[in-house]
């Protein structure tokens, strides 16, 4: 089993910038790929980006690309969302999600066996 806890959410305004962090426990020899979703009101949970074992492979959702970055600490076992230019569509729950065993960064969520509790975000206009 693998836990996931992320941080970093929180309130700001348009064209400001946050950094989430999602710190991962457990079986962390497990760990390969490791991803970020977002569930906007009333709509489904989507992927955002994702970021292979090594970090040399890194993709994201288009709406995000060029504001975005993701990176990973392997020796702490955390990968961190930076988030820049935010606008108020940002506006999520955030989650983490970790994909054992598999190298491929997939976009969908039955491709992820373990998931964080969400942190929020929230841009304001």
């Known amino acids: 089993q693998v836990q996931l806890v992320e941080s970093g959410g929180g309130l700001v305004q348009a064209g400001g910038s946050l950094r989430l962090s999602c710190a991962a426990s457990g079986r962390t020899d497990s760990i390969y790929v490791m991803a970020w979703f977002r569930r906007a009101p009333g709509q489904e949970r989507d992927f955002v980006g994702g970021?292979?074992?090594?970090?040399?492979?890194?993709y994201y959702t288009d709406s995000v690309k060029g504001r975005f970055t993701i990176s990973r600490d392997n020796a702490k076992n955390t990968v961190f969302l930076q988030m820049n230019s935010l606008k108020p569509e940002d506006t999520a729950v955030y989650y983490c999600?970790?994909?054992?065993?598999?190298?491929?960064?997939?976009?969908?969520?039955?491709?992820?066996?373990?998931w964080g509790q969400g942190t929020q975000v929230t841009v304001s206009s």
């Open positions: 970021i292979n074992l090594s970090g040399e492979r890194i």
């Open positions: 999600a970790v994909r054992p065993y598999s190298d491929y960064v997939g976009r969908q969520m039955d491709e992820y066996d373990y």
